[in-house]
């Protein structure tokens, strides 16, 4: 049986997740102005609740971290929102991999990326090392963009070494 190794990264907030959240937190405040100032009332309470709810899963989305974990050369990522719930965001087979590169090798040129299914599960901080990884999965070519600890990158060296390039 093969080593678990499980590694959590927290996802960057866009720069827009700001205005949204603060744009939700103002038309709270407006449903409750109207409601409690003027002859709207039933109707702005009705929609000060819908606009709580709509600004609570606003919240929660923009709250995010990428789950991975590797066993025996697959790769499972998960998406953590709001540190409760949890959504599977794919399984890559590792022990089919092609080549895996940090971004920005050269080595990845040789590919014509723009053919494969693209799924990008890094943090979006420019300053981490992210690594690309060209992958057959079931009948179609993926590129996985992920931030693999030292940990996880020597598991998958030590599983492909001829393919993992730094």
Not at 2 to 25: D, N, R, T, W, Y
Not at 30 to 48: H, Q, R, V
Not at 140 to 148: A, D, H, I, N, S
């Amino acid at each position: 049986m093969g080593v678990l190794i499980e590694q959590i990264i927290e996802k960057a907030v866009p720069k827009s997740a700001i205005f949204a959240k603060i744009g939700m937190i103002l038309l709270c405040l407006l449903a409750a102005f109207l409601m409690i100032y003027t002859s709207f009332g039933p109707y702005a309470f009705i929609s000060l609740v819908a606009l709580i709810y709509l600004t609570v899963l606003v919240f929660r989305n923009y709250d995010a971290e990428y789950e991975y974990e590797y066993l025996e050369g697959e790769l499972t990522v998960d998406k953590i929102m709001a540190k409760k719930y949890r959504k599977r965001m794919g399984e890559f087979d590792f022990k089919r991999l092609e080549v895996m590169a940090e971004e920005g090798n050269a080595i990845l040129n040789d590919y014509k990326l723009e053919l494969y299914k693209q799924y990008d599960y890094s943090s979006g901080f420019e300053f981490r090392k992210r690594y690309v990884a060209l992958i057959m999965s079931k009948d179609e070519k993926v590129v996985l963009t992920f931030e693999p600890n030292e940990e996880l990158y020597e598991a998958i060296l030590k599983m492909a070494p001829k393919k993992v390039f730094e």
